[in-house]
């Protein structure tokens, strides 16, 4: 399964995103799915997850109430909804896909990565 992060770009402080996640080679449906981040000269984060049927949302405390993270199973995309976006949230963006949602730190597939970058 190849997993396809789209959605980044240059936004104002305060401003919004919508981040997708779509696969090819398989069906991203079958999959737990998480987001996480990777900010300049810091490690990768965990941002977000939801478990295969789109329940168990579980945010990083550093979003909680501003991002949200769901999925259409019948298009087979997971979605995050950035909202009130800070500077501290200029990152990469990647999703990741894993049978087990206890896994998903270490997912078995990755996304290449999408550009968020936020202005004061």
């Known amino acids: 399964v190849q997993l396809q992060a789209s959605g980044g770009g240059l936004v104002q402080a305060g401003g919004s995103l919508r981040l997708s996640c779509a696969a090819s080679g398989g069906t991203l449906s079958s999959y737990a799915t998480a987001w996480f981040r990777r900010a300049p000269g810091k490690e990768r984060e965990f941002v977000a997850l939801?478990?295969?049927?789109?329940?168990?949302?579980y945010y990083a405390d550093s979003v909680k109430g501003r991002f949200t993270i769901s999925r259409d199973n019948a298009k087979d995309t997971v979605y995050l909804q950035l909202n009130s976006l800070k500077p501290e949230d200029t990152a990469v963006y990647y999703c990741?896909?894993?049978?087990?949602?206890?896994?998903?730190?270490?997912?078995?597939?990755w996304g290449q990565g999408t550009l968020v970058t936020v202005s004061s």
């Open positions: 939801i478990n295969w049927a789109g329940g168990s949302p």
């Open positions: 990741a896909a894993d049978p087990t949602l206890a896994r998903l730190r270490s997912a078995r597939y």
